[in-house]
């Protein structure tokens, strides 16, 4: 009786009862498709820390291109996965100056990520 409470709970009050990530941060990456990073011009793309499938964020030099639609629902996931951030353990490298960094382009229809001088 007691489960099928907390079960009917979980139910009623949060569709993602369930949805917690793995010890070392990571939880099922969204699907890819080859319109997810569909681009008709630059400003449709953008960088991001953020990675698919993992609560832990690149802290530094990120360099990810995404369609700002896509990155949307990852960041949609990402709350839905990495809410209490002492369920999981990320690793926060020391970073070091970069003579680059990375700017988003729209590159025949898709998002890349290009390296630019760092000025």
């Not at 941060?25 to 569909?38: C, E, I, K």
Request: proline share 4%.
């Amino acid at each position: 009786m007691r489960t099928t409470l907390v079960v009917l709970f979980c139910l009623v009050a949060s569709a993602s009862c369930s949805k917690h990530p793995a010890a070392d941060g990571s939880y099922p990456p969204l699907r890819v498709a080859a319109q997810d990073n569909a681009c008709t011009a630059d400003k449709d793309c953008v960088i991001s820390c953020r990675h698919n499938g993992t609560c832990c964020d690149q802290t530094c030099h990120c360099g990810t291109a995404y369609a700002r639609t896509f990155l949307s629902r990852l960041d949609a996931r990402h709350r839905e996965y990495c809410r209490d951030r002492k369920a999981y353990k990320c690793v926060h490298p020391d970073c070091g100056a970069s003579a680059t960094r990375s700017v988003a382009r729209c590159t025949k229809g898709r998002c890349v990520s290009v390296q630019v001088p760092n000025h």
